[in-house]
C-alpha cells in the first residue's frame, strides 16, 4: 500500500474518531504529498525515497517550528507541533540511535578505507544513503565529523 493511500485511509479513521490533532497532522502529509506529486509533472507515482525524503522534511519542520514556540513561551503552539510531530513521526522507519549509527559510519570507513576529514563528502554520501529514513543528517554528520577528526 502507498503511503497516499495509507495516509487517505488514516484520514477517514481519523474523522470517524474525531481526532482533530491526528486529522490535521494527516491532512499535512496529504497537502505535501499533493505538492510533490505537482511538482513532479503529474505523475502518479511517488518513489518510496521521496515519500520517505518528505516525510524527513515534515517532522523537520515541526520540530524546528516547536523549539522556536517555546523559546517564545508560546506552550499551546509547542504542543500543536509537537502533537502533529509525533503524528508523522509514526509513518517513519525506527529511527536508529546514536551507537547504532556509530556502528554504520565505522564500518563504511573500514570498507571504503576512509582516513581524513578531507574525505568526508564521501562518506556523508554513503552514509546518507544506507541511513535514509532512519537517522536524521544532522546526527550523522556530527559522528561523522566526531570519527575522522
Known amino acids: 500500500m502507498s503511503l497516499e493511500q495509507k495516509i487517505n485511509d488514516d484520514i477517514k479513521a481519523a474523522m470517524l474518531a474525531k481526532e482533530k490533532e491526528k486529522l490535521n497532522a494527516l491532512r499535512a502529509i496529504k497537502s505535501a504529498i499533493l505538492l510533490l506529486k505537482t511538482e513532479k ?11 520517505m525524503a518528505l516525510l524527513q522534511k515534515l517532522v523537520k519542520q515541526r520540530k524546528e517550528s516547536a523549539e ?3 523559546a517564545q513561551n508560546r506552550q499551546d503552539l509547542y504542543d500543536e507541533e509537537m502533537a502533529q510531530y509525533e503524528v508523522i513521526a509514526q509513518y517513519l522507519p ?3 540511535s ?3 549509527i556509530k556502528e554504520v559510519v565505522q564500518k563504511l570507513i ?5 582516513s581524513s576529514i578531507k574525505e568526508m563528502g564521501k562518506l556523508m554520501g ?4 544506507q541511513l535514509a529514513g532512519k537517522a536524521d ?3 550523522v554528520s556530527e559522528i561523522v565529523k566526531s570519527l575522522l577528526s
Do not use: F, H, R
Request: glycine fraction near 6%; proline fraction near 3%; avoid cysteine.
Open 137 to 139: 543528517n544532522k546526527t
Open 126 to 129: 554513503l552514509a546518507t544513503k
Open 68 to 70: 522556536l514556540y517555546k
Open 94 to 96: 525506527k529511527q536508529l
Open 41 to 51: 509533472g503529474g505523475s502518479d507515482e511517488i518513489a518510496p525515497e521521496a515519500e
Open 98 to 100: 546514536a551507537d547504532e
Open 110 to 114: 573500514a570498507d571504503n578505507n576512509i
